[in-house]
């Protein structure tokens, strides 16, 4: 049973906490929330079968994730506060030497997460599953549990709007 569990962690943590934290802006709470989801696994690894673990702990995932956000809506709303969210760390060996670059790819990744951040779900989740996480199609739709063309066709529809978002991002940035 546990080699079988560590097996699972080895293959999906990373996609887990990937996940998370595009749905979560949140390196703190992807951490919490990763954890929480592991430990789920474990409890309910008698009953996960292989073949099914990665869709059942992108569902798990999205699921805790969505509870955080609903939490934090409250809490903002009580508190009348904004969390901040950190920038995704873009991968520094290309870039260690190039101060420009890294500042640039720093600048993408933001914008790329405020663009995602002002989509709607499903869509959202779409888009981080499809192209942040390479799932298939058909993976999507039945961790979603909405028909595959609707996949298609909200995910051609978050494109769109990522590509509005961020085409204006750069023609305001080249005209200040």
Known sequence: MLEGFSELVDAHQNRVYSFAYYLLG???EAEDVTQEVLLRLWKNIETVHREV???WLSRVTRNACFDRLRRRRSHNRIFATSLDAPGIEPATTALDDNPEARTNAWDVQRHLRQALAEIAEPHRS????????GMKYVEIAELLEIP????????????RTLRKQLREVHSYATTS
């Open 26 to 28: 949140s390196k703190e």
């Open 53 to 55: 673990a990665g869709s």
């Open 126 to 133: 779409i888009v981080i599953l499809r192209e942040i996480q």
């Open 148 to 159: 595959l063309n609707t996949v298609k066709t909200y995910l051609h529809r978050a494109r």
